[in-house]
T-cell receptor, first 113, second 115 residues
């Protein structure tokens, strides 16, 4: 039972390049989330998916897109990376809505130069 | 949307003493309040949570209290140990029962346990 798996763990991009961060969970959770973590800013919600087939914007969605491929997988895409997107990205999942604690992935450290 | 304020940003205590971290929230509809611990370079992990129908919850050395009238909740760690050193995040959300609104996190408290 792996929980929430994120790939890659580290990535360096040049400004303007695109990439997709992958996230998969094996806990049969309905809801999945993408957060970014910056020093002194806590964790800020980028996008979330309440259930398979639905996605919604969070607090900081600009510059990102998401796809809920199936119940297990929720990907985050940067179409044209900018230095301001340098951050640590965490995927998380929860059983249903927000009534239960999240399980986080191990994170992706992204640097845009 | 919800806004969560967390204080202090850094807290240094002597080993064996108690530590208290406080959070306030803005949305009176919020009814679920978890606390996460994040060690350096690791993922956040849930350590305790409380729902709005409960005023206090305890798990060994960790306790959380909730005051819905004042819209604040606190984390209490007693008999602190070196392994308690980490960044702690509070969070809040209104549980709609249907869609997932996403947790709103505080900015974190860096807890330092001095030997």
């Amino acid at each position: 039972n792996a929980g929430v798996t994120q790939t890659p763990k580290f990535q360096v991009l040049k400004t303007g390049q695109s990439m997709t961060l992958q996230c998969a969970q094996d806990m049969n959770h309905n809801s999945m989330y993408w957060y970014r973590q910056d020093p002194g800013m806590g964790l800020r919600l980028i996008y979330y998916s309440a259930s398979e087939g639905t996605t919604d914007k969070g607090e900081v969605p600009n510059g990102y897109n998401v796809s809920r491929l199936n119940k297990r997988e929720f990907s985050l895409r940067l179409e044209s990376a900018a230095p301001s997107q340098t951050s640590v990205y965490f995927c998380a999942s929860s059983a249903t809505a927000s009534a239960y604690g999240y399980t986080f992935g191990s994170g992706t450290r992204l640097t845009v130069v | 949307g919800e806004n969560v304020e967390q204080h202090p940003s850094t807290l240094s205590v002597q080993e064996g003493d108690s530590a208290v971290i406080k959070c306030t929230y803005s949305d009176s509809a919020s009814n679920y309040f978890p606390w996460y611990k994040q060690e350096l370079g690791k993922r956040p992990q849930l350590i305790i949570d409380i729902r709005s129908n409960v005023g206090e919850k305890k798990d060994q050395r960790i306790a959380v209290t909730l005051n819905k009238t004042a819209k604040h909740f606190s984390l209490h760690i007693t008999e602190t140990q070196p392994e308690d050193s980490a960044v702690y995040f509070c969070a809040a959300t209104p549980y709609s029962g249907g869609g997932a609104d996403g947790l709103t996190f505080g900015k974190g408290t860096h807890l330092i346990i001095q030997p």
